[in-house]
């Protein structure tokens, strides 16, 4: 095969490869090959903060009121309750942008096969720490929320 056939087959057949990197690989954790709750204490060397702070409120909830629900009752990652594993993987798309020892990767999906209303794109803020990317943050551009900024009362006791 001549090299030039061969780097326009490559260019074809892996598009999405040349956004992936460090940092997406580290968002692409918490979706593929199945998708993972953020807040299980059993990932939290993934994390830094500003959203380790909501992630130790949530510890606090469940530990202290284990039978109410606690402050985060939904996968931040999709931004939803209810999703198809298989749809999710299907259409995830990836990408990244690095400055230094910062990055954002957004990552796109549909929840379910069908409506507009499934599809999601949320914005991972990670910073690389001691050589990892760490998660510093979620954002839903689909419903404008930001992980962090969320509130926690109920790992709270009253004053």
Do not use: H
Request: glycine residues 4%; hydrophobic residues 40%.
């Amino acid at each position: 095969m001549r090299p030039t056939v061969l780097v326009a087959v490559l260019s074809i057949a892996a598009p999405a490869a040349a956004l992936a990197g460090p940092a997406s690989n580290a968002v692409k954790f918490f979706y593929v090959p199945e998708v993972k709750f953020e807040a299980d204490a059993k990932y939290r060397d993934r994390f830094t903060e500003p959203v380790t702070k909501l992630f130790d409120l949530n510890d606090q909830a469940q530990k202290n009121k284990p039978d109410e629900v606690p402050c985060i009752d939904f996968a931040p990652g999709l931004d939803a309750q209810d999703y198809d594993e298989k749809t999710v993987a299907k259409t995830l798309k990836l990408s990244e942008a690095v400055d230094g020892d910062s990055a954002v990767v957004t990552a796109t999906f549909s929840l379910f096969p069908e409506g507009d209303e499934s599809k999601r794109e949320m914005v991972w803020s990670l910073k690389k720490i001691d050589g990892k990317w760490k998660v510093a943050d979620i954002t839903s551009k689909t419903s404008g929320w930001t992980l962090s900024a969320l509130e926690c009362l109920a790992g709270q006791t009253p004053q």
